[in-house]
């Protein structure tokens, strides 16, 4: 082709699609493009999930529209994501991807330590996992054990980062480097090799969890890019990095990259797709696929599916002879029994009669946004086998909550963590944030005779609380870390300075999701996100424990802070209490935190929403300079 001619065609393309786009750009190309051996066209269905965290059983009683009307039903449960999996069984165009966080969550892994999540993985069987970073809360050691519950039956799931390179001799590096984690694998799908390249969220890692300080973290992109080098040298053309670092970064990664095709991702617990028609509660943060173009001008679909066994997503990608991609497709669906409850006349949630049954069946069937399945009998009854502890030390009730706390991180942000929760519909969208981690934050302020305030950060705080019954399965759901109760005597402009950090840490640093973002009891402030560091945060004023009367904080004066000993270490983004903590001037109550919250809701009996007034947050203003009701 002549270099006008070329030109000619490249003008003309400019103006498609992206996905349009890559196939022009081909035909530009013609027969020339540059002597590279045609493959096969392929056409891929990607299967994927991300952060089950040890979500074994369904929800149940979970509120959504379905045909318009407010419906209850049975959510997830790792049974039924076996069951949608299954539902590829002899096809051969598909892969079966985990993008990390299995572990930590719930009482199954309290108790079992990923041997459950690792038992009911391997009911499906999937070509690949991503580490996430809460595969390190407990060490390499522990990941080592879960790993090696993987590989115990016949599935020999590949576990593959890129990026993190444990020392020979630790636990995850006994002989060589890649004894546990593969930078790669590679799939041969319909005669066509397919390169899944992992990639864990470095900062967040090394700042959130507990990786051996020998086991060395590469940048995300570097160690990409290197990787996909390697498998381009091998003639592998297909490239799916399968990602633990959040939706957002996974945007921004794709544009640094060049040759990468497909990312799978999770960290962020992203709902994609149009739920729009299940109620205010399912909303979403992009479009599935997301579609975005690479450093080669090139198009990369992008796909994440919730979090919590609730979802799966299926992504369909179609590439040419050159191993460009030409289409993708797809749709996120969340999995949903066929038992169904609707309010009768009184207001009570009632079993529905056939006709409504049927219905409702041929509602969820019209929409491609559900999924109605049975439980697989087979991953049942593996889950059996230890549910029995778990359910006896879960059915303990420890109080009542008078309203639903709902689960928020950042307020403002576009998914909402409590969605299917009565009375938290819109609560990501409100400036007071998250109810849950405002009750938390007050239990440790409470179980601290000494504090004048308390601290917790947002993404410590794991689950919403639904209104009714309390029970000990529930506080170690919302609270499932082995984290424990310290004080630190902090002047009021570190407190400033420490609750600027944590902020800056996911809005400048790149550590995403607002896991850091801060939650207090006795303290309060006004928060604008779309201001630099140093400016977020002011009118931020204390509560008198004594008096019960609010004043302006005092830079110079010493207050006692309670915080979980997790980011007292400067974990999360709150760096200016590490030089606290580092130099011994602290109390270690050596209280489990989850047992301080017990404990809390225990002496209560029912707890409800702090007043509006005791909110940390008393007025925000969102990155995009919006301001929250």
Known sequence: MTPFRYFACLSRAAMLSPLVLAAALAACGGSDDDGAPATPPLALTIAHINDHHSNLDALKDQVMKIGGV???????????????????????????????DANTGTLYYTLFKGKADADLMNTVCFDAMAVGNHEFDDGDGQLKSFIDALYAGACKTPVVAANVRPQVGTPLAPKAADDYLK??????????????????????????????RTTAFDDEAVAAQRTIDQLKGQGVKHIVLLTHQGYDADKKLAAQLTDVDVIIGGDSHTLLGDFSALGSGYASSGAYPTQATNKDGKPVCIGQAWEYSKAIGEMRVSFNDQGEVT????????????????????????????????????????????????????????????????????????????QALC??????????????????????????????????????????????????????VRVPVKAGTITMGDAFTVLPFSNVLVELPVT??????????????????????GGGHPYAAGLRWNLDLSKPKGQRFSKIEVKD?????????????????????????????????????????????????????????????????????????????????VKLP
Not at 451 to 458: E, G, K, R, S
Not at 601 to 606: F, V
């Open 407 to 460: 689960l928020v991180r950042t307020p403002g942000e576009s998914t909402n963590r409590s969605a299917g929760v009565a009375g938290c519909e819109d609560a990501n969208k409100l400036a007071r944030g998250s109810d849950a981690a405002q009750v938390v934050v007050q239990s440790f302020l409470e179980a601290s005779l000494r504090a004048d305030l308390a601290i917790q950060n947002a993404g410590g």
């Open 183 to 212: 930078p790669y694998t590679v799939k041969t799908i319909q005669g066509v090799p397919v390169g899944i390249v992992g990639i864990t969220v470095k900062a967040k890692t090394q700042n959130s969890s507990s990786p051996l």
């Open 545 to 625: 424990r004594k008096t019960g009367n609010w004043s302006a904080i005092d830079p110079a004066r010493t207050y006692i802070v309670a915080t979980n000993d997790f980011i007292a270490k400067g974990q999360d983004g709150y760096a200016s209490f590490k030089p606290i903590y580092d130099s011994g001037n602290y109390v270690n109550n050596y209280l489990l935190y989850t047992q301080t919250f017990v404990n809390y809701i225990r002496a209560k009996g029912t707890v409800d929403r702090p007043a509006a007034g005791d909110y940390s947050h008393q007025a925000v203003i969102t990155k995009e300079g």
């Open 492 to 513: 009021g402009a570190q407190v400033a300075a420490v609750l600027e950090d944590a902020v800056s840490a996911y809005l400048d640093a790149g550590q995403p999701n």
């Open 327 to 402: 289409a993708c497709a797809g749709q996120a669906a969340l999995l949903i029994g066929d038992s169904f409850k609707r309010k009768d006349a009184a207001g009570a949630w009632v079993t529905v009669d056939a006709a409504t049954q049927q219905q409702i069946t041929a509602a969820v069937a019209a929409n491609k946004g559900l999924k109605m399945l049975a439980a697989d009998a087979g991953a049942a009854s593996v889950l059996k086998g230890y549910s029995g502890q778990v359910d006896e030390l879960k059915k303990q009730p420890i109080g009542n909550a008078a």
């Open 70 to 100: 407010d419906t209850q039903v049975e959510l997830g449960g790792f049974a039924r994501v076996t069951s949608a999996f299954k539902a590829y069984a002899g096809r051969t165009d598909v892969l079966k991807l985990h993008a990390g």
